[in-house]
């Protein structure tokens, strides 16, 4: 997870990284029933104190800090870097609120559509292509996040809204002249002055502070800063690697671990358009998993990520 050049980082290795921040990403509910007592915007705001001190530890082992002094001097890199802190900030406090406001279906249909978002995005603003083979797969993945759409018009927007803000974050990070753990750095630096305020703000209150309700509060509130630094520094590690497109697909995993959990450990009832999701994007992943391996790979990321780091 270190500040490397997409160059320096395998395929194998880019797949890895991809794969392990989904699979955290998709275990998030379950970390969420810790902190459900939790205000959304206390619990993003501490997720923010958390994670900037962690970064800091990574980029002293590492002795980044000539890099971060050079981010922090470059005009250019640290306006991309605040708009990228604030579409992450919003999407996190989307999230969690859609989570504890019981629009879990809301926030699982968002990321359903960030695939298809994040593709659009490496079709049009990175010049990336696909085989026939891939637009099919597209194809298939798109009608069946269409049925699970048309179940939930009411509350569209906010899947909509989560959708875009990280595929716009994620296209940032991938062109952005800031490694993975700067980059997150300079986010989290960003935003801290903000979150520390709102952390006192809710200590004001009667209720008081979220980290003062329990043991168990506490420690999940501390771990917040691990559980959000590292899938994001994997997942910005395999952006800056791997082809936008690619990296789009590999957004199904997971809205499709929760999906799983729902069913498996929740109890949820599987419904008719929820299936219809679930088998159209599974037949699409392995045809587009076939397209892959069949060579027809969209433009190399590395080409891209040179021409958006010439600063």
Same mark, same amino acid.
């Given at each position: ?16 990284? &991809? ?7 998709? *275990?998030?509910?379950?970390?969420? =029933? ?7 915007? +206390?619990? !993003? ?17 590492? *002795? ?13 890199? =640290? ?5 990228? *802190? ?20 809301? @926030? ?8 298809? !978002? ?9 010049? +990336? ?19 699970? &759409?048309?179940? &939930?018009? /009411? ?20 062109? %952005? ?49 691990? =559980? /959000? ?12 690697? =791997? ?12 809205? /499709? ?10 109890? +949820? +009832? ?8 679930? %088998? @159209? ?9 076939? #397209?892959?391996?069949? #060579? ?11 021409? #958006?780091?010439?600063?």
């Amino acid at each position: 997870m270190g500040d490397t050049q997409s160059t320096q980082t395998t395929p194998g290795r880019a797949l890895a990284f &991809a794969l392990g921040a989904h699979a955290i990403w998709g *275990s998030m509910p379950l970390y969420l =029933m810790l902190v459900q007592t939790v205000p959304a915007m +206390e619990f !993003v705001s501490w997720r923010l104190v958390f994670t900037l001190p962690l970064c800091l530890l990574i980029l002293a082992i590492r *002795s980044g800090f000539a890099e971060l002094k050079a981010v922090l001097t470059n005009v250019r890199t =640290m306006l991309t870097l605040l708009a990228s *802190s604030l579409f992450i900030g919003i999407n996190w406090f989307l999230y969690v609120f859609a989570i504890q406001s019981g629009n879990v279906y809301a @926030a699982s249909l968002g990321y359903y559509i960030l695939p298809l !978002v994040m593709m659009l995005f490496g079709l049009v603003f990175l010049g +990336e292509k696909l085989t026939r083979l891939q637009w099919a797969a597209v194809a298939i993945a798109a009608g069946g996040v269409s049925a699970l &759409a048309a179940g &939930a018009l /009411t509350t569209l927007w906010l899947s909509l809204t989560m959708a875009t803000t990280f595929g716009s974050y994620g296209l940032i990070r991938k062109t %952005v002249a800031a490694g993975p753990v700067v980059g997150l750095t300079v986010e989290a630096m960003i935003l801290v002055p903000v979150a520390i305020a709102v952390c006192f703000w809710y200590a004001a209150q009667p209720a008081g502070s979220a980290i003062t309700q329990g043991t168990v509060t506490a420690l999940a509130i501390a771990g917040s800063g691990a =559980m /959000t630094a590292i899938p994001l520094l994997m997942f910005a590690t395999a952006a800056r690697a =791997m082809p936008y497109t690619v990296i789009g697909f590999l957004q199904f995993i997971s809205p /499709t671990i929760v999906f799983l959990m729902g069913l498996f450990i929740f109890g +949820e +009832e599987l419904k008719p358009a929820q299936l219809a999701c679930f %088998v @159209a994007i599974w037949i699409a992943a392995v045809l587009f998993t076939i #397209g892959l391996f069949r #060579g027809g790979k969209p433009a190399p990321a590395d080409e891209v990520s040179s021409r #958006g780091a010439g600063d």
